[in-house]
């Protein structure tokens, strides 16, 4: 169990200063709780070990895109690092600087090409040749000129899961070396766009420090190779990726993490960009269910809980794993069950195998769910979203409604 979250006196279980059975009988489940102290901790521990140096941590939005959240990290000085227009509009609307804004992702449309370059955002990350001649002409439509990164894909295994593996030559993401010096010398010529720096990502959930060490050295060969043909970078965009514990990862700190950019950046006169999320956020979020029933066949017990895949869809996606424990008095013998949820799909399941005592309306928390939680859920089913809860020491404060079946239909029309 995380203890830096959850906080167990005598059974009674408490997120900072608020009990969890308040939080449920107040706000129903399934709900997502997070931990306001936690998110900023982890904030600024990060920023901490980068201090005296150029740099910005710019949080990775699709990790967990609530505006209040997003405001939070803007009021401490983040940036962001958006893969859509929509995200730039949530940093909009949640008071974000888009100056420090970083937009990455393979397939910007020419409006959202447009909207960032009308808010001035640092850099686009490009990933295609094609990409970069969009961003001309449509800062040349504008009247402007568009600043822009290129997204070099080092060919460096993250060591992670393959879905959320980014930096290999066989995935969709950047360029590789080559490709990338002809943009740059393409970028040169344009009279629309400006070089500013180079990016990276290779990942998301990795646990090694070897990977991040050959993606940075393998930039800073091609920024010394950029500086030989007349082309010079302003920035690096280390991208983001470090891990959490889940199970028994043994993840980098961020100490650890910082001292290898830190030598292999040494003496160069280069602003460094971050793009962190889950490691800012994933372990400052829970999500709590209610045990629907309890059944039993020749093979199997299950818990069927109120929450499901649409809440929640890492386990099903990555076969993820999340510690899922009891916060509710249970005399119920100790049992090998599946938690699963009411959607009609076999993957339907929060944890396989897990020894727990439970019984029917006991609430459980599923642990580490602050990143890729709510921002991946659906209304599959005709599920409507769950609500999401900030609790600020002895406060909390709804940060999302639950969704009524209103919303669902929404923008649904019967046929004349």
Do not use: W
Not at 22 to 33: G, K, L, Q, R
Not at 168 to 181: C, H, P, R, S, T
């Amino acid at each position: 169990m995380d203890e830096s979250i959850l906080k167990n006196n005598n059974g009674k279980y408490s997120i900072e200063n608020v009990l969890i059975e308040d939080i449920a009988h107040e706000f129903s489940t399934p709900s997502y709780v997070y931990s306001k102290k936690i998110i900023l901790d982890n904030y600024i521990d990060f920023k901490k070990q980068f201090e005296g140096l150029d740099h910005l941590i710019c949080f990775a939005v699709k990790s967990n895109p609530n505006i209040a959240i997003l405001n939070l990290l803007a009021k401490n000085g983040a940036g962001f690092d958006i893969v859509s227009g929509g995200e730039l509009q949530r940093v909009i609307a949640a008071e974000g600087d888009p100056k420090k804004v970083v937009f990455s992702g393979v397939g910007k449309s020419q409006e959202d090409i447009e909207l960032a370059i009308k808010y001035n955002i640092l850099t686009f990350n490009v990933e295609s040749e094609a990409e970069l001649y969009r961003i001309q002409n449509s800062a040349k439509k504008l009247n402007k000129k568009a600043a822009i990164s290129i997204r070099v894909n080092p060919n460096v295994d993250p060591k992670t899961h393959p879905y959320i593996s980014t930096g290999l030559k066989d995935n969709k993401f950047g360029v590789d070396e080559q490709n990338a010096i002809s943009m740059y010398k393409i970028a040169k010529n344009l009279s629309a766009i400006k070089i500013k720096g180079i990016d990276c990502h290779i990942g998301s959930q990795i646990t090694e420090l070897k990977p991040f060490e050959d993606s940075i050295k393998k930039l800073i060969e091609l920024i010394d190779h950029l500086k030989s043909i007349g082309i010079d970078i302003d920035h690096i965009d280390v991208g983001g990726g470090i891990g959490i514990q889940y199970s028994n990862e043994l993840p980098p700190t961020f100490s650890e993490y910082s001292n290898i950019v830190k030598k292999i950046l040494k003496g160069r006169n280069l602003k460094i960009i971050f793009e962190p999320g889950r490691a800012i956020i994933g372990k400052a979020g829970i999500l709590l269910t209610k045990v629907e029933y309890v059944k039993s066949n020749s093979n199997k017990n299950f818990l069927i809980v109120n929450a499901a895949m649409n809440d929640l869809m890492r386990p099903a996606l990555y076969e993820a794993f999340h510690e899922i424990i009891n916060l509710s008095p249970s005399s119920s013998d100790k049992k090998n069950y599946d938690i699963v949820g009411p959607v009609c799909e076999t993957g339907d399941f929060l944890g396989k195998d897990r020894v727990i005592s439970a019984e029917e309306n006991n609430i459980l928390a599923v642990l580490d769910v602050g990143a890729y939680g709510m921002s991946m859920s659906s209304n599959y089913n005709s599920r409507p979203k769950v609500a999401e809860i900030l609790v600020d020491d002895s406060k909390t404060y709804l940060i999302r409604s639950r969704e009524l079946f209103s919303d669902l239909i929404n923008g649904e029309k019967l046929l004349p």
